[in-house]
């Protein structure tokens, strides 16, 4: 830590009195909060803002709800209030902090302004979404790729969120070619947005490495048709990014007013119809969408997909009238639909009793019904529905599982810290916070209040509480 960090945490730390008696001397006056620099993710993208807040509170080793409710929230005129905190971190409206309306301006303004950069709206949606809708395009929950985070771990970057693992209509990591993870592989729980007591790359319910254990088998076959789908999406957000950091606009007002002129033609309406698999209502409503009761904007996902369908890009809509047109009469278009978001297989009695059996004999390890319903392709509650008394064996077999596995795994963080500190005290050193959280094997186990506990109640045994 160089000086000039280290007058900002003694700034932090004692309030205003020391930074006016800093700028008595001619110090040039320091930002509130670190000017913690926010990931870079590929060349273009970056993590979310409610990555970098979370970020940012452990780099002032406080938890980030703490850091948002001392610092943040007096700052921001707060949309919050209607849902008890808690519940705004853990669920979707927090999300919104990294979305297109006012709580993302907001918010990334505050936080420039508290650590003194210029570039944290950036880590937001805000703006390049132009006049779109400020809800439907984000997930509820935080997405992530275990194998990015392990990659990350390894190489001693830091682990974060990445802005682009927060779109619904982003559900695979190119870089491995697998699907993001939205349910801890342990517990089976989301993640909390702004997290509590855990770190970046762990699960914020249960405190496990997110790296660890990631799906591997039937739920993360991901066929050819969505791989192309998810490069076309990708490739697109990034080109309708690139257009929005070099200029500092992008509207979707050419969009409509490319596809309004394109409808004129005889015959387009029907065509896009026929290409997209939409009803040709739908571009009217689209078109109307200013009026309130005559009206529909269109999602991102469904722009995404009529694009799709089109062969063409938002961006070559939005920059070039006549392209839509042209590339729609083009003869023979290549057909290219989106896979279908919503399969519906037929249930194989004989395969899902198959693998539940084994599960419920013992001879698979244990699943929840998360994971069997991923493993069989079937929704949860269509499981519930053909297998209720195995679907309900199921869930209790799973519960009793991971109450097992969370108890050995506290046994072995206090057996781990009880040994820590007896060889610090052997060896003459006293067992000290830092000292024993720097000896164990991950430092965040001692966030782990049983971690805590065993700490305190070792050294009241050896009769060293207090030094
Ligand atoms: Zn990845
Ligand atoms: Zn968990």
Not at 437 to 458: K, Q
Request: aromatic share 10%.
């Amino acid at each position: 830590m160089n000086d000039t960090t280290g007058l900002s945490v003694i700034t932090v730390r004692t309030g205003l009195g020391l930074r006016d008696s800093l700028s008595a001397l001619d110090i040039p006056a320091r930002s509130r909060l670190y000017g913690l620099l926010p990931c870079k993710v590929g060349t273009i993208w970056t993590e979310s803002l409610t990555s970098y807040i979370n970020r940012l509170g452990w780099a002032h080793r406080i938890s980030p709800r703490w850091l948002v409710v001392q610092e943040l929230l007096p700052q921001v005129s707060g949309e919050y209030p209607a849902y008890p905190f808690a519940t705004f971190c853990r669920q979707g409206k927090a999300m919104s902090i990294n979305g297109t309306g006012n709580l993302a301006e907001e918010w990334s303004t505050a936080l420039e302004r508290l650590t003194g950069r210029f570039d944290l709206h950036l880590l937001t949606f805000y703006g390049w979404a132009g006049d779109f809708l400020e809800h439907g395009h984000l997930r509820q929950t935080p997405a992530w790729c275990p194998l990015c985070y392990a990659e990350w771990r390894e190489q001693k970057l830091p682990l974060s969120q990445p802005l682009l693992w927060m779109l619904q209509i982003v559900t695979v990591c190119w870089r491995h070619k697998r699907r993001l993870e939205e349910r801890c592989s342990h517990c089976q729980k989301h993640q909390s947005i702004i997290t509590l007591e855990t770190c970046s790359g762990y699960c914020t319910q249960c405190n496990t490495s997110l790296s660890s254990n990631p799906s591997t088998g039937l739920d993360q076959k991901i066929d050819i048709e969505e791989l192309r789908w998810q490069e076309w999406v990708i490739r697109t957000l990034e080109e309708l990014r690139l257009q929005w950091i070099t200029t500092g606009v992008l509207s979707w007002e050419p969009f409509f007013a490319s596809l309004a002129r394109c409808m004129e033609k005889r015959g387009v309406c029907s065509k896009l119809a026929d290409l997209t698999g939409f009803s040709r209502d739908v571009f009217y409503l689209w078109l109307g969408r200013k009026h309130r009761n005559f009206g529909h904007t269109p999602s991102l996902e469904t722009l995404f997909e009529f694009c799709y369908a089109c062969t063409i890009t938002p961006l070559q809509v939005m920059e070039t009238p006549d392209m839509l047109l042209q590339t729609i009469q083009k003869e023979p278009l290549p057909r290219q639909v989106r896979p279908n978001r919503f399969t519906r297989s037929r249930v194989n009695r004989e395969d899902c009793l198959k693998l539940i059996h084994a599960v419920l004999d013992g001879r698979e390890e244990p699943l929840g019904m998360y994971q069997l319903a991923k493993r069989l392709g079937h929704p949860q509650r269509v499981l519930f529905y053909h297998f209720p008394q195995e679907c309900e064996q199921i869930t209790q077999q799973a519960q009793a599982y991971r109450k097992k596995r969370k108890e050995q795994r506290v046994a072995r963080v206090r057996e781990e810290v009880r040994q820590t500190v007896v060889t610090l005290h052997a060896q003459g050193v006293f067992p000290s916070y830092g000292r024993v959280e720097a000896l164990l094997s991950d430092p965040n186990l001692m966030r782990m209040p049983e971690a805590r506990d065993t700490w305190r109640a070792v050294r009241r045994e050896l009769g060293i509480a207090q030094q």
